[in-house]
């Protein structure tokens, strides 16, 4: 069914009411909150045709009706406002945000706190997929006679660090000719290129045992297909909601988080728009169900500088949250990051 203007208006006000109070809503809670200038009979027909059409729901505990995942999504790509953050809120994010960072999963901490803190729902965040990682520069530090820090800086600001020891001593000289063919050779290229061609390389360009070679490509490699970097932000504020109290959704919530690849999937699933809405059953994971996931990955030009994501309960500040994300978007593009 088609929705003309009016029942738009009243199912919005339904969504908007139910975010609000966590309550069913009922036909006089319209009329007294929301200036429709539409009588309480005409609402309650338009909310019984919106029940009809699947986009709202009656509880068993009150006359009063709940949006249903339909009704959330027809909100959500249709009615949604996305100018939903205040004055106050912009000074704090741009605030937050000018803090001086060093390294990309810096600002990923402070973002995630930061959207976490606005808008009161658990927020997680993921860095950038080592794939779309480009080498900047690699620097080799001698620590001791055997033992080497290869210090791996990427074009996103990225830096990965991994201590090398070996059997047999390296000289001063020998950490500089590795630095240069290290650099000559990687500069600029993405990190799967550390590989066997390129050990077979250096082992012939730089007439060195094996013994030295091998176990620095070893180890760059292992650091660089390490887990990347979760973050989690707001785990009690969920607590708060009274969704939570109920035992089975706080405790399919416990497992979510106590999961580290479910909440990696969640991260890397979608992608086809900016920012990507998943309402209960519209998560691919059965353990979601309950929630609603938002998520945004954060793009400047090509560089690819990771994921972030809300979860929380269907009942979820849309608004709220996309207003947010995408204000805080914004600025990190501007930054330039």
Known sequence: MMLDNRKKRVLQAIVEEYINTAEPVSSSSIVNNYELNYSSATIRNEMSDLEKSGYLEKTHTSSGRVPSEKGYRYYVDELLKDDNISLEEIKYISDKLETKVNEIEELTKITTTTISEITHYTTLAIGPSTESLLIEEIKFVLLGPRMLMAIILTNTGMVKETIIKFDEDILEKQVETINYMFNQKLKGQPLETIDSPLEEYLINE??????????????IKKVISEDRQLYLEGTNRAFELPEFNSLSVAKSFVNIIDEKDLMTDILNS??????????????????????????????????????????????????????????INKKLKDKGI
Not at 206 to 219: G, L, T
Not at 285 to 301: A, M, P, R, W, Y
């Open 270 to 327: 979608g992608f086809a728009k900016d920012i990507n809405v998943y309402i209960g059953d519209e998560n691919e994971k059965q353990e979601l169900k309950d929630f609603s996931v938002i998520t945004f990955k954060h793009k400047v030009g090509d560089k690819d500088l990771g994921t972030i994501g809300i979860i929380g309960p269907k009942r979820m500040n849309y608004s709220k949250v996309i207003s947010v994300m995408k204000y």
């Open 206 to 219: 730089m007439r060195y045992s094996v013994k030295v070679i091998k176990p620095i490509i070893e180890q």
